[in-house]
């Protein structure tokens, strides 16, 4: 890397910050004091030539053309030269784009979040930690993603989106703007959210969209399609393949097409002993954890012991 004030800064920031940045040579004693200030672990110099050395460098930055001279000495050195330009709108993006090095992480982004390099980030988006989002990946803010979330492979989370802590999204799912995913929510591989009851190409419906929320703990099983202005209660459970077109209870199980009403489940996803009259009252104990649950017609909630 040659030359440290100005644009060079910029530069020597987005190497450091992928441990890419060997040297700096910089003739200003100034900007050598604030390149050793800013990047205590690289080696400063105030010789041009010490960045042609190829036991400490393998690719010779330039800020602008200002150092061109050293481009052929760098080729007779074996050194691959990089030189961003000085119409570049965005210089240290250039460079990463150029070196296969991983976009810059957003400032909302916690420092113990994990992106995949192929994530694409477009817009101002808050990630807690420890969340990890996986290959080809789309984020586009504003959007909130809470602590300890997996999107997996070619998830899309769309603006205004809000979503809970510890919420699993597998394979293929898109979030659009108008979801709401509460705590501890699953969305499995390929299900499939809508924000717009008539949809058509010819007639924009931005700002239009209907909201769909679900409830903390709620398990959407593969290949489901939830019909937008829904609400997916607490704990509720959503087959595999399922059309969800009305209101699911807390605990409720549903599946089939369109989707009906055909049991309850645990917290824990057991499926409980109990039918659905809405007439009865009755209790049940599951078999996998043992929590009890009573029912009053639809309403079911746990038994504290």
Known sequence: MVGYAGRGAELAQALAAAGRLALIAE????????????????HVTALREAALEPEAVDVLVLADGAHADLVGAAGAAGLAVVVVPASAADPAGL???VLGLPAARPAGVSPEASLHPTVVVDGAVQI?????VWH??????PLVIGE???????????????????????????????????DDVFCGPSMVFTNVG????????????????????????????????????????VGAGAVVTRDVPDHGLVYGNPARLRGWACYCGARLPMGVDPRQSESATCTDCGRTYAREGFEVHEVQA
């Open 27 to 42: 003739p200003l004693a100034e900007a050598r004091a604030q390149a050793r200030t800013a990047h205590p672990t690289v």
């Open 95 to 97: 460079l990463r784009q």
């Open 128 to 132: 807690g930690a420890r969340t990890r």
């Open 136 to 141: 080809y990946s789309k984020l586009l803010g």
């Open 148 to 182: 300890d979330c997996i999107l997996g492979q070619n998830v899309v989370v769309e603006r205004g989106v809000a979503i809970g802590r510890n919420v699993k999204i597998q394979n293929n799912v898109s979030v659009y703007a108008g979801v709401i995913l509460e």
């Open 198 to 237: 008539t949809p058509r190409s010819a007639v924009p419906r931005r700002g239009q969209y209907v909201t769909t929320r679900v409830g903390q703990g709620a398990s959407i099983g593969a290949n489901a399609t939830v019909v937008c202005g829904h609400q997916l209660g607490r704990y509720s459970f």
